[in-house]
């Protein structure tokens, strides 16, 4: 089955405690990208990926960090993580059709904060 | 500044009532307007691309239609399953994958 997969999905974890979200696509696609999802303002896109080894910075990159290092797998990483980063996080892959790209979202990973 | 609003935030229909859902939007270099569903719990979900003024795609009861400042997502005669946060996003800029969403509109369809 394609999909895009998350882990973990829940996380409650301590101010400055190091964490890692995985996400792995089967899909074969080229591009990855991560966002957060706050009430009232939507989906922000984190960081993006448009292959190996080329990732960018979207509106909120600011306390993550990423890598790509294989095409499949997109992770991630929260060095010190601080309470206003408590949100529902969003990994999507996406090929390329016609002009632009329609993205394939993962299931989600709560992440909170305290 | 590249801009997506979406109205309104909240919809309630009775089921079968036909209504539209408006996404205007502000870009430099519009490369696709997106439609996605949004069920509470669950990624987004895709609907629909649109790539230039004038375009139409349909999908049952859904249809997406875009202008050069907006979209709107028409909803003909609704089911309660329909019920869900409709999104719509822009990707614009050449070489970037950036993409930039509305806060969506929380369609709820009573039987």
């Known amino acids: 089955e394609a999909q895009v997969t998350q882990n973990p999905r829940y996380l409650i974890t301590v101010t400055g405690k190091k964490l890692t979200v995985t996400c792995s696509q089967n899909?074969?696609?080229?591009?990855m990208s991560w966002y957060r999802q706050d009430p009232g303002l939507g989906l922000r896109q984190i960081y993006y990926s448009m292959n190996v080894e080329v990732t960018d910075k979207g509106d909120v990159p600011e306390g993550y960090k990423v890598s790509r290092k294989e095409k499949r797998n997109f992770p991630l990483i929260l060095e010190s993580p601080s309470p206003n980063q408590t949100s529902l996080y969003f990994c999507?892959?996406?090929?390329?059709?016609?002009?632009?790209?329609?993205?394939?979202f993962g299931p989600g990973t709560r992440l909170t904060v305290t | 500044e590249d801009q997506v609003t979406q109205s309104p935030e909240a919809l309630r229909l009775q089921e079968g009532e036909s209504s539209s859902l408006n996404c205007s939007y502000t870009?430099?270099?519009?490369?696709?307007l997106f439609w996605y569903r949004q069920d509470p719990g669950k990624g987004p979900e895709f609907l629909f691309t649109l790539y230039s003024a004038g375009e139409e795609k349909e999908k049952e009861r859904l249809k997406a239609t875009l202008t050069k400042k907006e979209s709107f997502l028409h909803i003909t005669a609704p089911k309660p399953e329909d019920s869900a946060t409709y999104l719509c996003a822009v990707q614009a800029g050449l070489g970037t994958y950036k993409y930039i969403f509305g806060t969506g509109t929380r369609l709820k369809v009573l039987a």
């Open positions: 899909m074969n696609h080229e591009y």
């Open positions: 870009v430099s270099g519009l490369r696709g």
């Open positions: 999507a892959s996406s090929f390329r059709a016609g002009g632009s790209y329609e993205q394939y």
